[in-house]
């Protein structure tokens, strides 16, 4: 979003002195395209007069009085002007506390356009937050649709409004529209220069929206631009890889006891081909837990180390690494692949060595958490970096993964599908691919709620699912007990439920602050089956793979966010049996609460679920990066104006297969904003 002809310093703005200049650089506000830019939070429609006997019945009116008579309320310095107005209906009082300078303004006889909330009090129609204006200006601020600023201390709407007026006025209606003239008339946008005078000076509610979906269009479309330029940048050279008889993949899917899912084999084809092709890959893979992602990265790294290059695994926890290398180890080792894993809690000489095999290349894959980036770790010839539950990462660390080797291919993977909005903003620079298809034979889980106080009754149901060899999980939104929350937590919980309630059973306690050595054994015996219940915190969340596990309890479901909720309820129902999740939901239900655990148990979809996500939390928390600023846009909304964003999308498109140096005489401008105002800080895009 952009006026590159007035990137003039604001103070050769009318009316606008240092200390003016000081205020506003509080709110960014540097040039003239900065205020100019500077659009409304919301507007008053004052273009209907009332009377100031209206004052009874309506919350707040817009009237012209005639001054009567001045008066003060209190005596020294607390002295406080009251100003007495009529017109032809009633007559009332102004009471000005802190704007005493009133009185030279709000001259006896003279008339003035009032608009503000007014109250019968003390006998008599009163009001202390009111605007006035003389009712000779021009452009004025009443009987129009008024503008409300955001402000800042110090600033005040009638200032704000007169800058950005004279700002206004200062300005060639010629100025260039930003976006081709093709794609205005297409979506029959107006020019630049209407649009910015229908954002300020809008003479119809209608005209308002209209112009706000032109500056959204050209915000976004410039920002698929710039996105989609990086990705047809990422060229590089494949030497190794030009002629693999793929003998592993053959293997492997030989030993496999399934067939895989028509989606795992279209997405292992958009794979092969990234790693195939002359650019490097930068992909994001998105399917619901336990739809075989995993797999599918495998039997694709697979292909890279035939080829002799290394592939990495990167997961977000130490627990996740360990079964992830078991699984590893079962399916790829018998294949003559050598696999290692590395995590923090590695030390000492094993480190050393796991090291020195990386950097002279005896290590084919690793998995690992985030160590297997740290600056000590070389790898010989690193061609691939596969990056599991992407989501708990951050989109920012996506920059630091490829720096290991010369642009390996990236495969990032989720089991939080992405709303398809944020797949074309926040990953707009990636492939992606999606498996919606789960694998044959699973039923769906059913989702049981319950408010606090029937706990009875769902331990009493965890019982009969124990008696039939089942294991259930027991999830609490804290580790200890707390001062501040009243929330069951999962320590007591823990002994709760063993020396009360299941005193027959087997039952451990996992959480992130049990070292992680214990942590492991733990899991271990909960996947053999010797633990019945296990008590956690969200640690079970991602990941976390036990079939015979067949019961969910969640209690505070109303504490944990949708992505949580989902990701939990999927560690079960990831074998044969019917599955059950469990909601407790306390007392205290804020309407989000209620949102989310309504979602939860209307649908088991991830991607419907994620678009609901988006809908209650927003895009920056959704994507962990709300202080960041990151996706912040001026006049787009991402979640609303979807529509306009899968258009911006397109016709970038459209224009970088056709035109992709802006040569035609019709797309010229944008090769002159591209270079005179480059638009977006794209810090947080990979490569380039
Ligand atoms: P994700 O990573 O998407 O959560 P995984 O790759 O871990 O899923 O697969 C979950 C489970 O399903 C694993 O036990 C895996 O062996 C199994 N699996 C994967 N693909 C298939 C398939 N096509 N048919 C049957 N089972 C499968
Ligand atoms: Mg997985």
Redesign the pocket.
């Known amino acids: 979003m952009f006026l590159r002809e007035y990137n003039k310093d604001i103070r050769f703005v009318k009316g606008v002195g240092p200390v003016v200049t000081k205020i506003l650089s509080r709110l960014g506000i540097k040039t003239v395209s900065d205020l100019l830019l500077h659009f409304p939070r919301s507007y008053e429609d004052r273009r209907h007069i009332d009377k100031l006997a209206d004052a009874l019945t309506k919350s707040s009116i817009n009237a012209v009085v005639r001054v009567i008579a001045q008066d003060s309320i209190g005596w020294g310095r607390k002295k406080t002007l009251k100003v007495y107005v009529e017109d032809s209906s009633a007559r009332a009082a102004l009471v000005c506390f802190g704007r005493n300078y009133l009185s030279s303004v709000l001259i006896p006889g003279r008339s003035f356009f009032v608009s503000g909330k007014f109250a019968y009090k003390f006998g008599e129609i009163q009001s202390t937050s009111f605007e006035v204006e003389k009712c000779s200006t021009s452009l004025s601020d009443f009987a129009r649709i008024v503008p409300i600023y955001p402000l800042t201390e110090g600033l005040t709407q009638n200032l704000i409004r007169r800058i950005v007026r004279n700002a206004f006025l200062s300005i060639d209606k010629r100025i260039e529209n930003e976006i081709p003239s093709y794609l205005a008339v297409k979506y029959s946008f107006p020019g630049k220069y209407e649009t910015l005078r229908k954002i300020h000076f809008p003479e119809a509610l209608e005209d308002i929206e209209k112009a706000r979906r032109a500056l959204a269009y050209e915000e976004l479309f410039y920002f698929q631009l710039v996105i989609l330029r990086k990705r047809i940048k990422r060229i590089v050279v494949r030497t190794s890889r030009k002629t693999i008889p793929f003998s592993l993949k053959k293997k492997l899917l030989k030993r496999l006891p399934?067939?895989?899912?028509r989606d795992?084999l279209k997405v292992l084809a958009e794979v092969e081909h990234d790693l195939f092709s002359e650019h490097s890959m930068m992909r994001m893979l998105q399917?619901d837990?336990?739809?075989?992602?995993?797999?599918v990265a495998f039997i694709s790294a697979l292909s890279v180390i035939e080829a002799g290059e290394q592939a990495a695994l990167m997961v977000p926890t130490e627990l996740l690494a360990r079964q992830h290398a078991e699984n590893a180890a079962l399916l790829l080792e018998p294949l003559g692949v050598r696999i290692a894993i590395l995590t923090g809690s590695i030390s000492g000489r094993e480190r050393k060595y796991l090291l020195s095999s990386l950097k002279n290349g005896d290590i084919e894959l690793v998995i690992g958490t985030h160590a297997l980036f740290s600056s000590d770790v070389e790898y010989n010839n690193l061609g691939y970096v596969i990056v599991d539950e992407q989501h708990r990462f951050g989109v920012m660390q996506r920059v630091a993964l490829t720096e290991k080797g010369s642009s390996p291919d990236l495969l990032l993977m989720t089991?939080t599908p992405i709303p398809r909005t944020l797949s074309l903003t926040a990953f707009g620079d990636l492939d992606i691919s999606w498996i919606r298809e789960m694998?044959?034979g699973r039923r769906k889980i059913i989702t049981h709620l319950a408010r606090e106080g029937n706990e009875d009754k769902v331990y009493r149901r965890i019982d009969e699912e124990l008696d039939k060899k089942h294991q259930a999980y027991f999830v609490y939104p804290l580790i200890e007990e707390s001062e501040v929350l009243s929330l069951k937590d999962a320590e007591s919980m823990y002994k709760y439920l063993k020396e009360e309630v299941f005193k027959k059973r087997n039952i451990a306690l996992i959480h992130s602050r049990i070292p992680e050595p214990e942590k492991s054994k733990v899991m271990e015996r909960f996947i053999s089956g010797s633990i019945d219940i296990l008590v956690s915190t969200s640690v079970v969340e991602v990941g976390v793979?036990v079939p015979n596990a067949t019961c969910m309890v969640i209690e505070h479901a109303e504490r944990f966010g949708l992505s949580a909720l989902h990701q939990l309820r999927g560690r079960v129902g990831?074998g044969k049996d019917q599955s059950f999740a469990f909601l407790i939901y306390g007392n205290k239900l804020t309407e989000d609460g209620i949102k989310r655990l309504k979602v939860i148990m209307e649908t088991t979809d991830g991607f419907k679920i994620s678009e609901e996500d988006l809908k209650i939390r927003g895009p920056g928390e959704v994507l962990g990066v709300k202080q960041s600023g990151f996706l912040k846009f001026k006049a787009a909304d991402i979640v609303n104006d979807a529509d306009i964003l899968y258009s911006a999308r397109k016709d970038a498109e459209n224009i970088l297969n056709s035109d992709p140096g802006f040569i035609n005489p019709e797309n010229r401008v944008i090769a002159r904003v591209l270079t005179e105002a480059p638009p977006f800080d794209d810090t947080f895009l990979q490569g380039g």
């Open positions: 399934f067939k895989l899912t795992q399917g837990v336990g739809c075989g992602k995993t797999l089991a694998p044959k793979d990831r």
